[in-house]
Nanobody
C-alpha cells in the first residue's frame, strides 16, 4: 500500500519560513519524480516544484529563489524549504510521487497559511 504522509505545515507570518516533509512508503522511492503541488481556495492545483531521481529540480516562477526542494533517498523523504513566505503562498500543499500514469500517487495535503 502506497502512503505519502506530509508534515510541517502551519501558520506563519509574512517573511517567515517553513519546511514541509513528505515520507513515502510502499514505493521504490528512488525511481520516482517527487513533487510538491498546492491548491488555494477557488483555484486549480498547481505545481510548486519537483525533483527527478537524479536530482534535477524544476520550480514554478512564483517560488523561484524562495523555495528549495530536496530529497533523501535513504529516508524515502522529500522536503520543501519555503523562505520569504507571502500571503499568496497560502494553500494546501500536496506531495506527489510519479513514475508513470499508473504509478502516480498523492498525499493527503498539509495546510500552509501565511498571515499576520
Amino acid at each position: 500500500q502506497v502512503q505519502l504522509v506530509e508534515s510541517g505545515g502551519g501558520l506563519v507570518q509574512p517573511g517567515g519560513s517553513l519546511r514541509l516533509s513528505c515520507a513515502a512508503s510502499g514505493i521504490i522511492f528512488k525511481i520516482y519524480v517527487m513533487g510538491w503541488y498546492r491548491q488555494a481556495p477557488g483555484k486549480q492545483r498547481e505545481l510548486v516544484a519537483h525533483i527527478a531521481p537524479g536530482g534535477t529540480t524544476n520550480y514554478a516562477d512564483s517560488v523561484k529563489g524562495r523555495f528549495t526542494i530536496s530529497r533523501d533517498n535513504a529516508k524515502n523523504t522529500v522536503y520543501l524549504q519555503m523562505n520569504s513566505l507571502k500571503p499568496d503562498d497560502t494553500a494546501v500543499y500536496y506531495c506527489n510521487a510519479y513514475a508513470s500514469v499508473r504509478n502516480n500517487h498523492w498525499g493527503q495535503g498539509t495546510q500552509v497559511t501565511v498571515s499576520s
